[in-house]
Nanobody, 115 residues
C-alpha cells in the first residue's frame, strides 16, 4: 500500500505562492488517482484538486480554480500543488490523498496565509 508524506507548507503573505509536494512510497503509485484536500480549524475537510493516474486529467474546486495547479511525476512518485495568488482563506492543513481501492492520506502540512 502506498504511503504519503507532504512537505512545502509554511507562512506566506497574501498574493504569494507556495508549492506543496507529496512523496509516495510503493511501486504502484502510477495507478492511483491523486488529490489534495484541506482542512481549516473548525471546518470540515474539503476537496482542493485531483489528478488522474496518467496526469492527463485534472479537476479543481471552484475556490482555487485559476490559482492552483496540480501535477504529478510518476517517475519520482510525487504529486505537487502549486498555489499562486494565495488568500488568507487558503490557510489550512493540506492533505495529500491516494485513491485506490481505499483512500490513503498523508499526515498533512500547514499552510498559513497572512493578510
Amino acid at each position: 500500500q502506498v504511503q504519503l508524506v507532504e512537505s512545502g507548507g509554511g507562512l506566506e503573505q497574501t498574493g504569494g505562492s507556495l508549492r506543496l509536494s507529496c512523496a509516495a512510497s510503493g511501486r504502484t503509485f502510477g495507478s492511483y488517482f491523486m488529490g489534495w484536500f484541506r482542512q481549516a480549524p473548525g471546518k470540515e475537510r474539503e476537496f482542493v484538486a485531483t489528478i488522474s493516474s496518467s496526469g492527463g486529467r485534472t479537476y479543481y474546486a471552484d475556490s482555487v480554480k485559476g490559482r492552483f495547479t496540480i501535477s504529478r511525476d510518476n517517475a519520482k512518485n510525487a504529486v505537487y500543488l502549486q498555489m499562486n495568488s494565495l488568500k488568507p482563506e487558503d490557510s489550512a492543513v493540506y492533505y495529500c490523498v491516494a485513491a485506490g481501492t481505499t483512500l490513503v492520506w498523508g499526515q498533512g502540512t500547514q499552510v498559513t496565509v497572512s493578510s
